[in-house]
């Protein structure tokens, strides 16, 4: 039995609204094309590729059956949690309980499928991490991956840059990258290291001063919703 989404004020009225237990649809996901069942109306409510893949004259509306081999069941298995209840998190998980490189892979997937309210809460839980415990190591894991799959401006580089700043790790990182660029994407890590080193002057030098990450609720990396989907 599907479950209630748990959605904020204004997304309430209209969610209650729509169709969004009608029919199901088959999600096949990654070359063995493992399945999962999901109600069209949430996929196309929070979604606008699913809204035009399943509301179009393309095959996937014909058929009732979407295909996504370049993603991981992992993800997609967090994707279906999150549609039903709002929450990446399963009952009774934390925020540290969230591997980060799912986090990241699940803003991604949400960027790829144009979800930005899945983006915005898989931000919310990276920005709870405790970064102290991290030593920098598992952010470096994720900056070829990032920077792989998104472009200049984005949100989410600007919240790994701002996790350097805030946390001291430029001078190690740079020294790091140094003996290291073999092991790496080198395009991506180069256009972070850039990033960081500009990031860092203007912290440095223009006084530019924001709020520590750890000070926010990640709001302040949020994508914009629009306002139609939501009154």
Partial sequence: MALVPAMNQSQNINVLRAPLYDTM???????EEIDFTIH????????AYFDRALNGSFKEAQEKVIYLRDE???II????LWLYTQDIRDYGQ???DVPLNYLVRLYLFGQCRQIPKLQNDAINLIVKVN?????????EDQIDLIYSHTSSGSILRKLWVDLYLENEWVDNTLSTFKGNLHNHNLPATIEFLVELVVAQYDFIEKGCIHL??????GSSYHIPIDKKSST
């Avoid at 649809?25 to 070359?31: S, T």
């Avoid at 069209?40 to 979604?47: D, E, N, P, V």
């Avoid at 298995?77 to 279906?80: H, Y």
């Fill in 72 to 74: 991981s069941p992992e």
């Fill in 77 to 80: 298995k967090l994707f279906n």
């Fill in 40 to 47: 069209k109306g949430l996929l196309c409510y929070f979604s």
């Fill in 25 to 31: 649809i088959h999600v096949k996901v990654g070359e």
């Fill in 94 to 96: 934390s925020s540290e």
């Fill in 131 to 139: 970064w102290n415990d991290m030593k920098g190591e598992n952010l």
């Fill in 212 to 217: 520590p990450v750890s000070a926010t609720d």
